[in-house]
Nanobody, 120 residues
Framework: VQLQASGGGLVQPGGSLRLSCAASGSIFSINAMGWYRQAPGKQRELVASITSFGSTIYADFVKGRFAISRDNAKNTVYLQMNNLKPEDTAVYYC???????????????WGKGTQVTVSS
């Protein structure tokens, strides 16, 4: 299973970005999908996650600004980020919990990350 994240970049405060993360390879089913971020000198932290049924969880610091969604047909998870702040600057990683085959256990897979920089 491979994850390819895209959509990061440089944006001014108050701007928006949309991150995408597509899973490919041997995939039988995907359970939860999520986004994490890691700023320099800080630990990686959960930003948002979404279950296969569409239930979502958000970190307090993004509630009302970010929205997570998924397209199960495309094995893709999205993160719409609005009203970005300088403190949102970080490398954003996607993670999924998935079965590679019907006989596999659920495993976690991480993408390589995409840089988001919020600066004027």
């Amino acid at each position: 299973v491979q994850l390819q994240a895209s959509g990061g970049g440089l944006v001014q405060p108050g701007g928006s970005l949309r991150l995408s993360c597509a899973a490919s390879g041997s995939i039988f089913s995907i359970n939860a999908m999520g986004w994490y971020r890691q700023a320099p000198g800080k630990q990686r932290e959960l930003v948002a996650s979404i279950t296969s049924f569409g239930s979502t969880i958000y970190a307090d610091f993004v509630k009302g600004r970010f929205a997570i969604s998924r397209d199960n047909a495309k094995n893709t998870v999205y993160l719409q980020m609005n009203n970005l702040k300088p403190e949102d600057t970080a490398v954003y990683y996607c993670k999924i919990s998935a079965q590679a085959s019907v006989l596999s256990y659920l495993n976690e897979y991480w993408g390589k990350g995409t840089q988001v920089t919020v600066s004027s």
